[in-house]
């Protein structure tokens, strides 16, 4: 059986990561970007990621799988998103307009769930699986009998916005003390940031001296040993 191909592009709050895969779940080339700050913008850029991988493997039309980083209705509508300007955006229909291809959307932590469970870290479960993502927000995807769980409106797996700290800080989703504004990479370098003002970074902590303290260079430094980071990762895990 020959190899098909497709592009899969997700969308998220910080950036924009778009690859070839090929039909037995392999990933091939990958292109990356910033997220713009306008909609429009945002799918100019995609589609430009699509056209290009597509163009550098000499290929004719590819289907296009999206996963992007908010509500999305099943007419491909972004209804809402914490992280990227999207109020109601026809998100499929603008990416499908500027590829010329047929495209498929979905809710970026669904989307990873399923391609866990297909051909990941999930492909021996029996009958389904719970995934956490964390990233700028904090998303999450749910599987059951052998079947994507979307629920009411595509709010099904939302664990980030589950609120686990009564007046807790302000969530981009509107409400607080959400998981989201607690443990996601966001949250992360929000709390190394707050403790930093605070006093409490040790001169010789590999963070000291750091413009901005990011998730990822505080995931970083843990993951070196670094005391302070460490602590930082202890609290979000609580």
């Known amino acids: 059986m020959?190899?098909?191909y497709a592009v899969g592009i997700d969308i998220g709050g910080t950036?924009?990561?778009?690859a070839l895969i090929r039909s037995d779940g392999s990933v091939g080339d990958s292109l990356r970007a910033q997220t713009p700050a306008d909609p429009d913008e945002i799918s100019d850029v995609v589609a430009g990621l699509a056209r290009k991988l597509t163009v550098q493997h000499g290929r004719g039309s590819l289907p296009v799988g999206v996963g992007a980083a908010g509500i999305v209705g099943a007419d491909g509508v972004m209804r809402f998103a914490p992280n990227v300007a999207w109020t109601d955006y026809p998100l499929r229909d603008e990416l499908e307009r500027r590829i010329d291809s047929a495209v498929l959307l979905d809710n970026d932590a669904n989307v990873a769930a399923w391609g866990e469970y297909r051909a990941g870290a999930g492909r021996d479960a029996r009958d389904g699986m719970l995934m956490?993502?964390?990233?700028?927000g904090l998303g999450g995807g749910l599987v059951a009998d052998d079947r994507l769980y979307r629920g009411f409106q595509g709010f099904a797996g939302e664990f980030g916005h589950i609120i686990v700290?009564?007046?807790g800080p302000a969530c981009p989703c509107g409400n607080t003390g959400c998981l989201e504004a607690l443990a996601s990479g966001s949250?992360?370098?929000r709390l190394a940031t707050e403790a930093a003002a605070a006093g409490q970074l040790p001169p010789d902590?590999?963070?000291?001296g750091q413009l901005e303290l990011t998730g990822k260079s505080v995931t970083l430094a843990a993951q070196a040993g670094d005391e302070f980071a460490i602590g930082i990762l202890e609290t979000c895990g609580f």
């Open 2 to 4: 020959s190899t098909r």
């Open 15 to 18: 950036k924009l990561l778009a």
């Open 132 to 136: 956490l993502t964390i990233g700028t």
């Open 165 to 167: 700290l009564e007046g």
């Open 187 to 189: 949250a992360i370098g």
């Open 205 to 208: 902590s590999a963070l000291h």
